[in-house]
């Protein structure tokens, strides 16, 4: 069958740029290629710039951690593994266990009790992982996940797991081949720091092998109450509505701090409410329905405006890191709830305000 025009995966489409995989051994569900949405509706809060969100939500699970997980997991059943394990805010599990099954392994997933969004929860359990709830953080978690996978044949699969900022840089690549040049900023949430690392490791590739002739300065926001890097400590107990986020001690603690120096970037914090605004805001205005982390990017991006960075004429990026879908308690928390009617039309024209 001629596949001519079917994207085939990021690890099939950037194969030259990435690890070797073999062939009959690549686990898909043909991640990647996302849309690279043009803002039309915000100018009266970012003003003359050309901002664009790279919508990752439309990922096969939901999230960016698709583009690492085919590519770890791909390696890891390469490699013979029978099992892997991650510790997670909720997304990387959820992809974690969508790519094992895929592979027929098993997915060992920890997540901090009670603290990750329903639909994450749900798309482990759903996928087959075998699910703990740690009755404490996510840097608790992952501190564990690691002392296992030194002492038992399972794979990490969290960003520590090389491969998978590897599979990762792919969207700064798709961010270049879509625009035809990089942008002036890239702005991103930061958690474990994993993906600004990685985006940054894709613009540098591209660059070097002559794609582009720039490189954006990188700019990377961190929830107020779990903002480690910008605090210059780690935060025993992180807090924000963001729970994605909700990280304390960063595995890319350092990388993000070299990719901020190299790219002329900052890393910076917002807080719950200026998170929460972008969310409705992005939703309300634009038609794109991201999870409260994700937010945390244009509304770094609000804060750039307010403080006199963006010129006329700049290109913004902003990454969209998953879907809003996820966490529906988080957008009902916030939402008015629909008004409950009889079917008749004297009451429902009345309420519509027609
Ligand atoms: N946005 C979302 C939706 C995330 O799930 C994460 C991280 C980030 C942003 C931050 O990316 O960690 O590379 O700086 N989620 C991880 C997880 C920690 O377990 O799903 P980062």
Known sequence: MDRKGLWLGIVREFREHLPPVREDGVVTLLEGNTPLVEAENLADVVGSIRLLFKF????PTGSFKDRGMTLAVSKAKEEGAQAVICASTGNTSASAAAYASRAGIKAYVLVPEGSIALGKLLQAIMHGAVVLEVRGSFDDALNIVKEITSNYPVTMVNSLNPYRLEG???AAFEVCEHLGYAPTYH??????AGNI????????EY??????????RMMGFQAEGAAPIVRGEAVEEPKTVASAIRIGNPASWKPALRVKEESGGRIEMVSDEEILHAYRLVAS???IFCEPASAASLAGLIKMK??????DGDTVVCTLTGHGL???DTAMSISVKPRKVDPSMKEIVEALGL
């Not at 690392?197 to 540098?204: D, I, L, N, Q, V």
């Not at 307010?306 to 010129?311: A, D, P, Q, S, T």
Request: one cysteine or more; aromatic letters at 10%; a positive charge.
């Open 197 to 204: 690392t990685a985006y940054w490791m894709g613009y540098k």
């Open 56 to 59: 990752e939500g439309l990922n």
């Open 306 to 311: 307010k403080e006199g960075l963006l010129k």
């Open 285 to 287: 205005r634009e038609g």
């Open 168 to 170: 990762q840089k792919t």
């Open 187 to 192: 702005c991103l949430p930061v958690g474990n």
């Open 207 to 216: 660059r070097e092998k002559g794609y582009v002739s720039s490189l954006p």
């Open 326 to 328: 996820k966490d529906p």
